[in-house]
């Protein structure tokens, strides 16, 4: 929430903000554990050449950074580092999975999802922001 959009609300709206952010923080760690389960788990899609995995690691990672780009204005950087670090590791352990090996493809698949989700972000406004006002108004 921006400070100055916090000033115009009243106590009320301001608990309502506080808890989208909190739902929506919820929502961030939940995305991330599905990442990391589904991430781990047998595939699912095949071993075909179809390549339709790179196109799910790309908007899957998307989606991840734009959700947590809600929360973290400042410094997103640090964010798009961290989910990229994150999308690496997972690749990195399935190494020790006997279901899956690691591909560079899915990471850069993974960083380029990064990408995407940092721009939509930039260019959008802030959804946190907008839930609260919205069902603010509507009390």
């Known amino acids: 929430m921006t ?24 929502g961030g760690w939940l995305g991330v554990v599905v990442t990391l389960v589904v991430s781990l788990m047998p595939p699912t899609l095949g071993n075909d050449d179809t390549h339709l995995d790179k196109i ?6 998307a989606l991840l950074m734009f959700w947590w780009a809600q929360l973290i204005i400042e410094r997103r950087w640090k964010l798009a580092l961290a989910v990229v670090v994150f999308g690496i590791i997972i690749e ?21 999802g990064v990408v995407l989700g940092w721009l939509a972000a930039r260019r959008s406004p802030n959804l946190i922001n907008r839930f609260a006002a919205l069902f603010a108004a509507h009390r």
């Open 92 to 112: 990195l352990l399935q190494g020790f999975t006997p279901d899956r090996l690691p591909d560079p493809l899915d990471a850069l698949a993974n960083s380029g």
């Open 56 to 61: 799910v690691h790309l908007l899957g990672y």
């Open 3 to 26: 400070p100055t959009l916090i000033k115009r609300m009243t106590s009320s709206q301001q608990k309502r903000a506080h808890l989208w952010a909190r739902l929506w923080l919820f």
